[in-house]
Structures are given as C-alpha cells and as structure tokens.
Nanobody, 123 residues
Framework: VQLQASGGGLVQAGGSLTLSCAASGRTVTRNTMSWFRQAPGKEREFVAGISWTNDYTSYSDSVKGRFTISRDNAKNTVYLQMNSQEPEDTAVYYC?????????????????WGQGTQVTVSS
C-alpha cells in the first residue's frame, strides 16, 4: 500500500486546512486509517482515526472539537479537516493504515505510512 498525503501549508491561527491521504497499491477499504503528527523535537503523536466501516472515529484531546476525520472508500482517500488552528498544531502530519483492527493511538499498530505533509500555523 502506498499512501500519499497532501494539503499541508501555511495558515494563520484560527484558520483552516484540509489534508488528504490517497491510498494506492491495494484496496484499503477494510483498513483502519489514522492521522499522526510530529513536531520538531517531539515524538509522533496520534491525532485522529477512523474505522473502515466509517462508523467510528477517535480524536486526541488536543484536537477534539476542531478537527474532523472522514473517508471516501470509493476514492480510497482519507481526509482531515482542521479548523480553528493553533500554533501548537504546527507539525508534519502523517497518514497511516493498518490491515484490520481498531483505531489505535500507538504508531506500532500501523502497517503503512505516508510521507508526511508540513502544516505551519502562524500566530
């Protein structure tokens, strides 16, 4: 599976961005998909995840109420809508997929990773 993340960029505090993660190479419709992020000098952290059935989502406390994860299985694409962004959201954002299993905040639970897309929020 190849994951291609896109949509990152520079945004002012309070602004919005939408990230996309397009999957190819094999069907990912039954895969749990998640977004993680890594800020300079920090460990990679879980942001949001969505089940392959599209009926379960999970968010970290730091983004709950501001970010929304969704997926379009027909397009093999997962999205992360980021609203009310804060400077603390600045990081490289990675999408990840796991073959089966539930949404998990542990990076080791995931089988495939995208290359990352930079999000910078200015104050």
């Amino acid at each position: 599976v190849q994951l291609q993340a896109s949509g990152g960029g520079l945004v002012q505090a309070g602004g919005s961005l939408t990230l996309s993660c397009a999957a190819s190479g094999r069907t990912v419709t039954r895969n749990t998909m998640s977004w993680f992020r890594q800020a300079p000098g920090k460990e990679r952290e879980f942001v949001a995840g969505i089940s392959w059935t599209n009926d379960y989502t999970s968010y970290s406390d730091s983004v709950k109420g501001r970010f929304t994860i969704s997926r379009d299985n027909a397009k093999n694409t997962v999205y992360l809508q980021m609203n009310s962004q804060e400077p603390e959201d600045t990081a490289v954002y990675y999408c990840a997929a796991r073959a089966g299993g539930r949404v998990d905040a542990n990076t080791q639970a995931y089988d495939w990773w995208g290359q990352g897309t930079q999000v910078t929020v200015s104050s």
